[in-house]
């Protein structure tokens, strides 16, 4: 009776091992999927919607930051995420170039063609 115990504990314990592995994996296949599609829509330049020309009015006051310029663009709908356009500004070195200004924006523009035109820079040979 002794050794059916230990049977079912040995096999009770490598059932629970084999899950807790079987979801650490899970869990960083899922982690490996989100950073690389996240740095693919980042480093990409897509547009966040391709041909939909829905005119938004971006309204951004004076001493505005990225953090809360992106919160704005995410809220009416010109860009897919908030820290994607954070970080698009950080790296971009457009967050300390932005200007307070009304802007017609739309899902169809690129990142780089919306932070350019936020921080009022018209063509890119003007970022360098």
């Not at 899950?19 to 989100?34: A, D, E, R, S």
């Not at 966040?48 to 953090?67: P, W």
Request: glycine share 8%; proline share 2%.
């Amino acid at each position: 009776m002794n050794k059916g115990v230990d049977l079912w504990k040995a096999i009770l314990g490598i059932a629970v091992r084999t899950l807790i592995n079987v979801l650490f994996i899970y869990g960083l296949f899922q982690g490996f999927t989100y950073s690389y599609q996240f740095s693919y829509k980042l480093f990409s330049d897509v547009p966040y919607k391709v041909g939909i020309h829905d005119v938004c009015s971006v309204s951004i006051e004076e001493g505005s930051n990225a953090r809360e310029v992106s919160k704005l663009l995410a809220d009416s709908g010109v860009v897919e995420s908030k820290y994607m356009v954070m970080a698009r500004l950080y790296l971009g070195k457009y967050n300390n170039k932005i200007q307070a200004g009304t802007y017609k924006l739309e899902p169809a523009m690129t990142p780089d063609e919306i932070c350019r035109c936020i921080c009022g820079i018209k063509n890119s040979e003007e970022t360098q």
